[in-house]
């Protein structure tokens, strides 16, 4: 299993960005993926989870600000981030739990300024 992201980048507070994971390998859509996110000094803290066609699960702390969807067709799934604070400023890593295994994107840094 192989995650790729993209999306991350630099943007003002209050703006917004929208990452994306693509797998590949031996998956199915209802495998559980999702974001989780690093900042600089703290502990990787969950975002968001999307399984099959379950209603997805967003952090308190993003509820109301980030979107977590999924093309299963095309095993790729995005955050959509709006409303970003400064808080957010974090590495945002893809997500994969696949026969009992976590797999992890290489991950893609986001930024905010004022």
């Known amino acids: 299993v192989q995650l790729v992201e993209s999306g991350g980048g630099l943007v003002q507070a209050g703006g917004s960005l929208r990452l994306s994971c693509s797998a590949s390998g031996d998956i199915r859509s209802t495998n559980t993926m999702g974001w989780y996110r690093q900042a600089p000094g703290k502990q990787r803290e969950l975002v968001a989870t999307v399984t099959g066609g379950d209603s997805p699960f967003v952090a308190d702390v993003v509820k109301g600000r980030f979107t977590i969807s999924r093309d299963g067709a095309e095993n790729t799934i995005f955050l959509q981030m709006n409303s970003l604070k400064l808080e957010d400023a974090a590495v945002y890593y893809c997500?994969?739990?696949?026969?009992?295994?976590?797999?992890w994107g290489q991950g893609t840094q986001v930024t905010v300024s004022w």
């Open positions: 997500w994969m739990y696949h026969h009992y295994i976590d797999f």
